[in-house]
């Protein structure tokens, strides 16, 4: 009898150690809460990584792959008084350099006259998601830290970034959980297939700017080409839908260059990752069906023709993207 | 048996000083192995069990096969003429390595070839619309009974002409 009680006795004091936690448990804050903390987190690490992208000095060797082509390349970022420099040149094959300089980007190729263009946009290959305005892009995309692992060497973290609609990519980011430079990028469809992959095989900093980037940086540049082609300075057609986040930052009617064409309508969009160019012109030659999409890794080409109008769209988007807003396009009136 | 289970967990609790008890576990063996276990898992229940090993001993078990197997241990050594055998197979393996080697070159070297003609030589001055450390993306339109060559031809290079364009006005976009 004594042992029953003594059995009891132990029971109840069992369930007294347990209950606190169950408690606690229910008190832990509502699991909408706790997502949103999430993303607090994922934020501060991809902001930690936007920093290093643009304030560190170090050497990148990395690997591009779509569609079973792969080439390896090299960055080596510094910085100089301030400003940014970066060098890129593709290791394989004929000598191909790009170097970009305070408001300037100069294109070296083995073999033909080098030259210069002027713009402020970071060309460099990260630079579209290590640039873009995480706390912004919250509306656009979901951001969940998706575990640990390693890469080139180093521990790194991966955070997805998950589109909230299907009119764009997914990205999977991998950094570097010590300088918190990016050292991998999967651009991933809705069916989560590896469309495209960046991946860092070296990974070298330095507290001091690499001494021959320094040099590179007082070197003179090349003639900088101001490709004036434009006939308009807007475009004849109009856009009704744009995918959430996209923005039109450009448009006009202009020659397609390097090529001596009939002006085509030109309107450029940007969500802050991806740019796309629309093509509207006349149809030239008539294709055996009204659409055509051609596709590379995460990049698709896509042709409409509908009466004697063309319209193509080129970017980084899927192809429901492309096709509504092809269908949105419209005279300007 | 069940009435002096029901005792000796009250005699292990302080319980019960019924001498007949104690006489009863020292002369029975089960019960002597019951009061341990009672005992043991007394301690457990209080965490008193100071990390005590609940693990059965088996090393008794465990040296007794060991003495049995001692019986094959003169198998060590290996008979002469397996390592005759040995050799051929490292030169055969050898000649694979080295076929497999030079089937490496050809492909290098067919790739360095293929490097080489794939620049474009015909147009002067090329602006290199390949992405600043992206991808190119070649493009071509696969033939369909319904076009002719020309178009075919004519189409590609609007394609050509659009994707050129496009990744300079990336490159030129301030």
Known sequence: MKCRLFLVALCSLMSLLVAPKLIASTEIVSTEEVDSQTQETAISYLNKMKQAYTQLNYELVYLNTAQNQIEPKRLIHGVVDGKRIAY????????????????????????????????????????????????????????????????????????????????????????????????RLDVINKSNLILEQTMVVSLITSDQINPWLKQLSTQTKPEVLHLVTATAKVAQWDVDW?????????????????????????????????????????????????????????????????????????????LETAERIAASIKPVR | MKEYSQNLSSFIDNENDDKDIINKVLE???????????????????????????????????????????????????????????????????????????????VVSSLMINQETSSDPSVVPVLNTVPFGGTAAPVSLQATPKQTQHDIKERNERLDALLKDHQLQLQTQP
């Open chain 1, 88 to 183: 890129f040149s593709f290791l394989n094959g004929a000598m191909r350099e790009t170097l970009q300089f305070d408001g300037k980007i100069s294109f070296y190729q083995q073999g033909n006259q080098a030259y210069s263009f002027a713009t402020q946009r970071d060309q460099s290959i990260f630079a579209n998601i290590a640039n873009f305005d995480f706390v912004k892009g919250n509306k656009s995309y979901e951001y969940i830290v998706i575990g640990k692992g390693r890469i080139a060497g180093k521990k790194a973290i991966a955070i997805r970034m998950v589109s909230k609609d299907n009119y764009r990519y997914s990205y999977i980011v991998w950094l570097d959980l010590n300088s918190y430079l990016p050292l």
């Open chain 1, 242 to 318: 744009l995918p959430k986040g996209f923005e039109i930052v450009k448009g006009d009617q202009h020659k397609l260059m390097m090529h001596d064409t009939d002006p085509v309508s030109y309107i450029m969009l940007d969500d802050g990752i991806s740019l796309v160019s629309i093509y509207i012109s006349n149809v030239k030659t008539r294709l055996a069906e009204q659409q055509r999409v051609i596709k590379r890794g995460g990049t698709l080409i896509y042709t409409k023709q509908q009466d004697n109008v063309e319209v193509n769209i080129i970017g980084q988007i899927p």
């Open chain 2, 28 to 106: 029975d063996a089960e019960l002597q192995q019951q009061f341990s276990r009672y005992q043991l898992i007394g301690d457990v229940l209080r965490d008193e069990s100071n990390g005590l090993d609940l693990r059965v001993d088996i090393t008794d078990s465990v040296m007794a096969a060991i003495e049995n197997e001692k019986q094959d241990d003169n198998v060590v050594t290996l008979p002469q003429k397996k390592d005759k055998k040995v050799v051929p197979f490292m030169k055969r393996f050898g000649q694979y390595a080295i076929a497999a080697s030079v089937a490496g070159v050809v």
